[in-house]
């Protein structure tokens, strides 16, 4: 079999720039990522579990190959820290933290990659520290923790084969991608654009050797157990897809421009637009054009689809990169880069107050300005008083009906939080339809008494023989959930067994459609 290797560049592709690079300054590189996890491990365990913690909390007790909204690296993830460190918030947010300060060490590398010298990648690192996508994926544990990371590193891995022509770069790519894939798919997004920005703007000899397919291959194989677990229950993801993409359509266009400009940071958006002009005018950087037509194509094809905005944040942040090579060459007067750092100071000043617990909740919900845009603080506070809201409809009831009752959360935010903080208000189980909720648990035949938070009354009335209201979720905070009623439903028309498919259903979680973001509110949900 012969081999089939390019060693030199054809008549129509540039060369790369020169191999020789400036050492990695690693001292200042690792401070300013173990400062990163140092802070996001301080503030922790202020305000509470964000509503998709408490969903990933839940689905680490029910571990499977696979949920209806997401692979299971994460539920597996979580299940090893509670494990390891118990179920505490602190904890739980470790492997993000520690994500995060990978996250931040990358972005030297690729400046290094693109022939930034000490001072660009010291930049690089400040401003990746600064950034909005590190502080929120390093705060939260969720899905976007490894799709950050596995974007951000296929596309430094890609950088680096084309500057090294070292075709066995596809071998750690495929790793990374395989990895990738049993944590989030949208990670095939950045594929395709990356791929489509090759073969459009070259180059191109990175496809002709045998180490591409066989790096499929392998990405495949390691994703497979997620992938097949797809495929044989029917394509759930493309159904959430669709779900997601409906309930959000108008707020993601209306949006999107927007959150080009305020998912890496306002005051940085001037660095990564930066460097993606760079990339794609620069001679010296043109191998590395597809990176920057890749954000056009993805902002194109995200616009058509009807795609959230927030999706291009990790190529920006590949961009910002690039953008801290530029700054460093621009900034060559103590004006300047007081500019540089003025800027890299205000935004992650902005980004820490707006993405990070950092201010007492209060003060949140009291300035007009953060209770419109910190709609995340507001997803971490509330749950424990919901809990003992729907504990005090529970002790209403009478001791005997008590024995019989089970509570049932319209969404998994709900659900979860029964399920983290019932316990110490002696509540019993509680179960969701939604998404892979459903697939937790049903309640028994036994169970002829349910407590509802934020159901359907029109739907939950036409299953069982009485339901009556027993008031409403309150706070004071602008919590999405404020609003949610309670209902009591007694005597289930049909087996559990058959009411559970009726009341299973995909999609994005009432609080969160467009009218409900926009409002800060979820008191027309139902």
């Known amino acids: 079999m012969t081999t089939v290797q390019a060693t030199a560049p054809s ?32 503030l922790a365990g202020r305000h509470g579990y964000h509503v998709d913690e408490l969903y990933t909390r839940a689905a680490s007790r029910h571990l499977d190959w696979g949920y209806v909204d997401q692979p299971p690296l994460v539920a597996l993830v979580a299940k090893v820290e509670m494990a390891l460190f118990g179920d505490t918030l602190l904890g739980f947010r470790l492997v993000p933290a520690l994500l995060a300060s990978l996250a931040v060490v990358l972005a030297p ?3 290094r990659e693109l022939g930034g010298g000490s001072r660009a990648q010291i930049l690089a690192g400040f401003m990746a520290f600064a950034s909005g996508l590190v502080m929120y994926t390093g705060h939260i544990m969720g899905t976007n923790n490894w799709d950050e990371l596995s974007w951000i590193t296929v596309t430094w891995l890609l950088i680096r084969m084309v500057r090294t022509r070292n075709t066995r770069l596809w071998w750690a790519i495929a790793v990374v991608v395989g ?17 489509a920005g090759l073969l459009a703007f070259g180059p191109r000899w990175v496809f002709r050797t045998w180490r591409f397919p066989a790096a499929v291959a392998v990405a495949v194989a390691i994703a497979s157990p997620v992938l097949v677990w797809q495929v044989t229950h029917g394509m759930p993801q493309l159904e959430m897809s669709a779900a997601l993409s409906k309930a959000l359509e108008s707020l993601s266009r209306t949006t999107f421009l927007p959150m080009q400009l305020l998912l890496i940071g306002l005051f940085l958006s001037p660095m990564w637009i930066a460097g993606l002009v760079a990339l794609l005018r620069r001679p010296e950087w043109r191998p590395y054009r597809f ?3 890749a954000y056009p194509l993805m902002v194109v094809v995200l616009l058509v689809v009807g795609g959230q905005g927030a999706y291009t944040t990790s190529l920006q942040y590949v961009l910002l990169a690039a953008g801290a090579v530029v700054a460093d060459r621009w900034a060559r007067s103590a004006t300047r880069l007081g500019v540089v750092g003025g800027l890299t100071g205000l935004n992650a000043l902005s980004c820490a107050i707006l993405l990070l617990p950092t201010l ?13 845009m910190a709609i995340v603080q507001f997803d971490q506070v509330g749950w424990p008083a919901m809990t003992q809201q729907v504990s005090t409809v529970y002790r209403s009831l009478p001791a005997d009906e008590q024995a019989r009752t089970v509570i049932y959360g319209n969404h998994y935010g709900q659900a979860g939080a029964i399920d983290k903080y019932g316990p110490e208000y002696g509540l019993p189980k509680a179960y969701s339809g939604h998404n892979s909720y459903a697939d937790f648990g049903r309640p028994g035949d036994d169970k002829t008494t349910v407590i509802t938070i934020g159901a359907d009354p029109k739907q939950f009335g036409a299953l069982f023989e009485s339901c009556e209201a027993r008031g409403a979720y309150e706070n004071a905070l602008p919590v999405s959930d404020d609003g949610q009623k309670f209902m009591v439903c007694r005597g289930p028309l049909k087996p559990w067994s058959d009411l559970w498919e009726e009341l299973r259903w995909i999609g994005f979680q009432c609080p969160y459609t467009a009218e409900a973001i926009t409002a800060h509110s979820t008191k027309g949900c139902d």
């Open 11 to 42: 008549a129509h592709e540039e060369p790369p720039p020169p191999a020789g690079l400036t050492p990695v300054p690693w001292r200042p590189v690792l401070l300013t990522a173990a400062a990163m996890t140092l802070s996001l491990l301080a």
């Open 360 to 372: 007492p909740i209060n003060v949140y919900a009291s300035n007009p300005v953060l209770s419109g």
């Open 109 to 111: 590398l690729i400046a």
């Open 291 to 293: 990176v920057g037509w």
């Open 179 to 195: 990895v990738g894939l049993t944590a989030k798919y949208l990670l095939v997004l950045l594929l395709l654009c990356l791929g």
